[in-house]
């Protein structure tokens, strides 16, 4: 599935758990389709203040279930998993870099810069176009275009 075809899946996805999620108390991460095995799994990341636990998940997966089946956001058969996003969530919206300002990141990207492809720092900034790293003394700018993943990465006590 390409990045668009992502992009409009998550949104559709969205819209039709809008109410369901609020409900919850839970808010919608990200929503994707992989295809493993000759099985189509529809997966969706949820998150909650303070965390999301096994039974959020089981208690949404059935509701969302309806939901998607009422909406017939997919005419083809799958399984729905519902889960938390980790501790190494991925981000991919703009609006999921602001929210994570101030955070450790580790950027993969599509394209080397300076003969570098991985890069981890902390996120200063998120425009529409570009993202701000931290690292050490120096900050650097990279499009959002050229990115092949971010993901947090978390300072873990131990």
Do not use: H
């Not at 809008?18 to 409900?23: E, K, N, S, T, V």
């Not at 990200?30 to 189509?40: F, N, S, V």
Request: net charge negative; proline share 3%; charged share 30%.
């Amino acid at each position: 599935m390409g990045e668009t075809a992502e992009i409009d899946f998550y949104d559709k996805v969205k819209k039709a758990t809008r109410d369901l999620m609020d409900g919850l108390a839970l808010e919608l991460v990200d929503a994707e389709i992989a295809r493993e095995g000759g099985q189509l799994f529809l997966r969706i990341y949820i998150e909650r203040d303070g965390g999301v636990t096994l039974d959020d998940c089981a208690k949404a997966n059935g509701l969302i279930g309806n939901v998607l089946e009422r909406e017939a956001i997919i005419a083809d058969s799958y399984v729905l998993e519902v889960m938390s996003p980790g501790i190494y969530r991925r981000l991919k919206r703009p609006e999921e870099f602001e929210m994570n300002l101030g955070k450790m990141v580790r950027v993969r990207l599509k394209m080397p810069f300076e003969g570098i492809r991985d890069f981890s720092g902390v996120l200063v900034g998120a425009g529409e176009d570009s993202l701000t790293l931290e690292l050490g003394e120096e900050l650097l700018e990279l499009r959002y275009d050229n990115l092949s993943g971010v993901r947090l990465e978390p300072q873990l006590p131990w």
